[in-house]
């Protein structure tokens, strides 16, 4: 049997989050290749002045133009990365998808009934200002990836999947679908509200009143 127009089209249209895998491989960081620099000088100038009593020469002047240079090159690295996205060390596999009556991780579908408890995470988005902080050089937009879900199953497992956010309203796409898992009693109030960012007494008094309307049909 085929599949008709609008099954298509509203399938084509659903709302999908790229699931994110975290590479273990280790990378050079814009810190670390700074920071090593910087301590390796130092430490070389103790141990040659403190352990090995040797007055300062010429290699200690080499050393110290070397960390005073390598901060200058820290503080041109920060200004530089203060516009550009963090680098995606990973890789993305399948999409997360929630419908009423289930959720969709890559292959695997799980039914709503059979799932006790959801919790979601998605506080991280693409272009974020993120690291901010003095003594980050890296890269200052996230790339977005720092979001998870967590299924609790009936079962007692439970599986925990990351996924990326490339706008910070695009959950409000699955608005029904999340109010749906609630009156359900698959996610708590205050996580769903959170996930909505539904923050202000009166953003919440309106969002429990868009719930009640809901509740009126399961009656």
């Not at 670390?32 to 040797?54: A, D, E, H, P, R």
């Not at 959720?103 to 901010?132: A, H, M, Q």
Request: proline letters at 1%; hydrophobic letters at 40%.
């Amino acid at each position: 049997m085929g599949v008709s127009g609008n099954a298509k089209s509203d399938a084509e249209n659903m709302q999908k989050f790229s699931i994110y895998t975290k590479s273990n491989k280790f990378y050079w960081s814009a810190e670390t290749i700074t920071y090593s620099i910087i301590f390796f000088c130092c430490g070389v100038m103790l141990f040659k002045q403190k352990v090995l009593n040797i007055e300062e020469n010429l290699i200690d002047k080499i050393f110290m133009w070397l960390v005073v240079s390598t901060f200058m090159f820290g503080a041109i690295l920060k200004f530089y990365n203060m516009g550009r996205f963090e680098p995606i060390r990973g890789e993305f596999k399948g999409y997360l998808s929630f419908e009423k009556d289930k959720i969709t991780v890559c292959n695997e579908i799980y039914p709503i009934e059979k799932i006790r408890k959801i919790k979601i995470s998605n506080d991280d988005y693409s272009g974020k200002l993120v690291n901010i902080s003095k003594g980050n050089l890296g890269p200052a937009l996230s790339n977005g990836t720092r979001n998870f879900i967590i299924i609790y199953f009936e079962s007692g497992e439970s599986k925990r999947h990351q996924f990326e956010l490339i706008n910070s309203v695009d959950f409000q796409k699955v608005r029904q679908e999340l109010i749906n898992y609630y009156l359900l009693g698959k996610i708590d109030f205050d996580e769903v509200a959170n996930v909505l960012g539904e923050k202000s007494r009166s953003e919440v008094a309106e969002f429990k009143a868009d719930i009640e309307k809901e509740r009126m049909h399961y009656r």
